[in-house]
T-cell receptor, first 110, second 114 residues
Framework: GIQVEQSPPDLILQEGANSTLRCNFSDSVNNLQWFHQNPWGQLINLFYIPSGTKQNGRLSATTVATERYSLLYISSSQTTDSGVYFCAVEPSEAGTALIFGKGTTLSVSS | EAGVVQSPRYKIIEKKQPVAFWCNPISGHNTLYWYRQNLGQGPELLIRYENEEAVDDSQLPKDRFSAERLKGVDSTLKIQPAELGDSAVYLC????????????FGPGTRLLVL
């Protein structure tokens, strides 16, 4: 099955710093979503981005489907950005579910 | 608009006991998902419903797990009997009409099997 690899596994930042999280996937996909899981376990959808670039405030994401990767950019990080960021893909094979990566754990300190 | 509601939030049981989790999706969402998240891992799909039909249950351990969504709205996931390895967070999610759309997650039920 499709492999979803996220890097780095862990990231420690000072408040105000910028960061880039990467998601590589091994096969073609119909759908790619980025999620943030806060320290209390709530998963929040950040972007639905099978291709192209989207921005939402301090966050932006780019997916290059032909090269099988996606990037999540966090600018001017805040302590509330801490948590785990997951990339999830829906393989092009019809009827299959979202496959999640193992996530990047981000810790932002003040 | 209310989000996905799950109960209970926490459950501690002894092995071999039964346990059930309940989920009410966002109003109007036809697709409902149950995921299991082990510590340090991403969620893994257990079952997906389109209305009341289970369309993907390939990862559901059917010897001990069962699920239902009788009226195409809320859903129940049951484990009987529970094993130590079932300790995890059980997440429910919903989307308007399929996995190709944005999925909205509930807060999860944290299960500990002793």
């Amino acid at each position: 099955g499709i492999q979803v690899e996220q890097s780095p596994p862990d990231l420690i930042l000072q408040e105000g710093a910028n960061s880039t999280l990467r998601c590589n996937f091994s096969d073609s996909v119909n759908n790619l979503q980025w999620f943030h899981q806060n320290p209390w376990g709530q998963l929040i959808n950040l972007f639905y981005i099978p291709s192209g670039t989207k921005q939402n405030g301090r966050l932006s994401a780019t997916t290059v489907a032909t090269e099988r990767y996606s990037l999540l950019y966090i600018s001017s990080s805040q302590t509330t950005d801490s948590g785990v960021y997951f990339c999830a893909v829906e393989p092009s094979e019809a009827g299959t579910a979202l496959i999640f990566g193992k996530g990047t754990t981000l810790s932002v300190s003040s | 608009e209310a989000g996905v509601v799950q109960s209970p939030r926490y459950k501690i049981i002894e092995k071999k006991q039964p346990v059930a989790f309940w989920c009410n999706p966002i109003s109007g969402h036809n697709t409902l998902y149950w995921y299991r998240q082990n510590l340090g891992q991403g969620p893994e799909l257990l079952i997906r419903y389109e209305n009341e039909e289970a369309v993907d249950d390939s990862q559901l351990p059917k010897d001990r797990f069962s699920a239902e969504r009788l009226k195409g709205v809320d859903s129940t996931l049951k484990i009987q009997p529970a094993e130590l390895g079932d300790s995890a967070v059980y997440l429910c999610a919903s989307s308007f009409s399929g996995p190709w759309e944005t999925q909205y997650f509930g807060p999860g039920t944290r299960l500990l099997v002793l």
